[in-house]
């Protein structure tokens, strides 16, 4: 069973900016969720993809979006970067089926803005 | 306003010590969740409790549910090396986790 991939581990860009990031979800796992974990807090939900389309989204702008593909792999872009997007940003996918349903986490994206 | 308080934010102790860690809310919750999150890596689950005062084993940690499912605690018994990490609490809804922010748990040889 594969678990979740994320790429790149590492990236920095400066302000001003657009990057692109990669999830690839477990094995049989058709819901993708994004999270953004700043230095020293918890993860927060940006926004999560089920069967290809948006199913929910936290409280970040739309400068944040994604995608989904047939596959169940993911994208989170963020368009005109920020300092303030300097963070890890988590993927983790589950199998959609129940209310406490456990996440899967990917090893994460660490972005860095300049 | 955080929806979870975690206490403490960061705790150092040495091998052998036991701890507690705490999950708090002003909200009633259905179920909570425990992840620990190491170095470099995303968080995994430890446990889920769903029943206000219910109480999980997992070897050497004791999950606990508040009775009023407004508060959860974790206690580790004998920490060792391989337990330092971010312990979050988290809320589950359908993949839409809410998170605390965490203790951070630094166990010394």
């Known amino acids: 069973e594969t678990g979740v991939t994320q790429s790149p581990t590492h990236l920095i860009k400066t302000r001003g900016q657009q990057v692109t990031l990669r999830c690839s979800s477990q094995s049989g796992h058709n819901t993708v969720s994004w999270y953004q974990q700043a230095l020293g807090q918890g993860p927060q939900f940006i926004f999560q993809?089920?069967?290809?389309?948006?199913?929910g989204r936290g409280n970040f702008p739309p400068r944040f979006s994604g995608l989904q593909f047939p596959n169940y792999s993911s994208e989170l872009n963020v368009n005109a970067l920020e300092l303030d997007d300097s963070a890890l940003y988590l993927c983790?996918?589950?199998?959609?089926?129940?209310?406490?349903?456990?996440?899967?986490f990917g090893e994460g994206s660490r972005l860095t803005v300049l | 306003t955080q929806l979870l308080e975690q206490s403490p934010q960061f705790l150092s102790i040495q091998e052998g010590e036991n701890l507690t860690v705490y999950c708090n809310s002003s909200s009633v919750f259905s179920s909570l969740q425990w992840y620990r999150q190491e170095p470099g890596e995303g968080p995994v689950l430890l446990v889920t409790v769903v029943t206000g005062g219910e109480v999980k084993k997992l070897k050497r940690l004791t999950f606990q549910f508040g009775d009023a499912r407004k508060d959860s605690s974790l206690h580790i018994t004998a920490a060792q090396p391989g337990d330092t990490g971010l312990y979050l609490c988290?809320?589950?809804?359908?993949?839409?986790?809410?998170f605390g922010d965490g203790t951070t748990l630094t166990v010394k040889p």
């Open positions: 988290a809320v589950p809804h359908r993949g839409k986790s809410t």
């Open positions: 993809y089920y069967r290809e389309e948006e199913n």
């Open positions: 983790a996918s589950s199998s959609g089926q129940g209310y406490t349903g456990e996440l899967f």
